[in-house]
């Protein structure tokens, strides 16, 4: 996220919170596509990873793409940490670990948003090239140890590297050594919100097996497809993974606002100032548990949407849909996740499709597939098929609804081309992970370099 919310407007009730999330409903014709991608930024002659600091740091490199760009410096007590396009073009921002992530603007179709992100790679490229620095299309870091990853210098950042191992085993993994890919979407109303969330929850796990692409940690192979999800199988628990309330047939807003109500804070924001908030819930927060710890402890609707961008269920819900189960890949992913989810979840057959097909599945089963997918990828079994066999439907729908909606770029060509990355791993069978452990161990030597030269953008 590139920059946190103010917007000082109080908080009456919790009904205000329900209306909030109603507020993003919109007509189908007004429906967007924003798409999200991390990178690992290295350095070229070592294939290290590059600190904020330095004549080749990280503040150099947002440096250079606000020359280049004109965009608007974010800052955190006085040093860059992002920026901000004008309004509906987008941001830059810092993950914990300096992985560098485009939150791309809300867009019609997927041509724009792969001209968007082909255009920010170019231009990431031309200011990098001068510091030395590449940049890695990958789901996790394959060679660094926690220790050796630069600290970024965000307040947010701080709360939480303080708060994570208080509440699980990984959490400084997810924040310092992993990279997604994630599209947002939109819904009409509740009962569409219902549709995509309960879809999206049930398929993450298939997408999960689809994108693998994190077999390597600390310089070798660590046995999984994606360790990036491996990961947030112990992160926070009371914030992320399944939620079981959407499975239920009478999911609503107010369910996912009594939940988020319900998990710790991470911190609240005056005059630029972050206050750690991690031992009180929002709720609490609601009911006066900040009081005498700022000079207004009233809270607000920045509070609101700051609080829910601390939320990671595998889909999570604002004022859009997020759909976070993807590791992070080379550039022709960038465009084949938001094709994969528009194309079965913004075409009405396409949905019909992709809720027949995973109507009856239960929160149990799902969380079992959840669990066993980072490990075992398309071999893992579910009912009576395999992964393989559930990802090959999936795509196949996605490619029927990306062709109903028929959105067609200069040269008369549908979106559906960009499940090409898509098909072809289900096509051989194996995910992106076992064919990259595969090159390691034949063609590449065991050699990490070429591993880099491999996934570099």
């Not at 579910?382 to 996605?398: C, G, K, T, Y």
Request: overall charge negative; charged content about 25%.
């Amino acid at each position: 996220m590139a920059r946190d919310t103010t917007d000082l407007t109080p908080i009456d009730s919790v009904d205000d919170l329900t209306l909030y999330m109603k507020g993003g409903e919109k007509p189908k014709a007004q429906f967007r596509i924003g798409t999200e991608h991390e990178k690992f930024g290295f350095y070229a002659d070592t294939l290290g990873p590059v600190p904020y600091e330095g004549e080749r740091g990280i503040r150099r490199l947002l440096e250079g793409m606000q020359a280049l760009s004109g965009w608007e410096a974010i800052t955190d007590d006085g040093r860059i940490i992002g920026l901000a396009g004008a309004s509906g073009q987008g941001a830059i921002s810092l993950e914990p670990g300096g992985q560098f992530e485009l939150s791309g603007a809300p867009l019609e179709t997927i041509h724009q948003t792969c001209r968007e992100s082909n255009a920010h790679l170019s231009d990431v490229r031309k200011v990098a090239k001068d510091l030395g620095i590449e940049f890695l299309g990958m789901g996790s870091s394959p060679t660094w140890t926690l220790a050796e990853t630069p600290i970024m210098p965000k307040s947010r950042y701080d709360i939480m590297r303080n708060y994570m191992p208080k509440v699980g085993t990984r959490g400084l993994d997810m924040m310092f050594r992993t990279c997604t890919i994630q599209v947002n979407l939109d819904f009409a109303d509740e009962a569409d919100m219902r549709r995509k969330m309960q879809i999206g929850m049930k398929l993450q796990p298939v997408a999960t097996a689809l994108f693998a692409n994190s077999p390597f940690t600390e310089g070798k192979p660590n046995g999984l497809v994606s360790w990036r999800s491996d990961v947030w199988r112990d992160v926070d628990n009371q914030r992320s993974g399944l939620l079981p309330f959407v499975f239920e047939p009478g999911f609503t807003y107010r369910h996912y606002v009594e939940w988020a109500l319900d998990v710790p804070m991470y911190f609240v924001m005056r005059d630029g100032v972050y206050h750690d908030a991690t031992d009180i819930t929002f709720r609490q927060f609601l009911d006066g548990g900040f009081k005498g710890r700022v000079a207004d402890a009233t809270p607000n609707f920045g509070d609101w949407t700051n609080h829910l961008s601390t939320l990671f269920p595998d889909v999570r819900l604002k004022r859009f849909i997020e759909m976070r189960g993807a590791d992070g890949g080379p550039w022709r992913r960038i465009c084949a996740l938001p094709a994969l989810w528009v194309g079965l979840l913004y075409d009405e057959a396409a949905m019909a499709e992709a809720e027949a097909l995973c109507a009856d599945w239960t929160f149990e089963e799902v969380s079992a597939l959840r669990e066993a997918v980072p490990t075992t990828g398309f071999a893992t079994e579910f009912r009576d098929a395999s992964v393989l066999e559930l990802s090959r439907a999936v795509v196949a729908i996605a490619r029927k609804g990306l062709k109903a909606r028929a959105r067609m770029n200069e040269e008369g060509n549908d979106e559906s081309h960009f499940l090409a990355p898509l098909e072809e791993v289900v096509a051989r069978g194996t995910t992106s992970a076992e064919e990259l452990v595969r090159l390691y161990e034949t063609q590449w030597d065991r050699s990490m370099a070429k591993v880099f030269a491999h996934l570099v953008y």
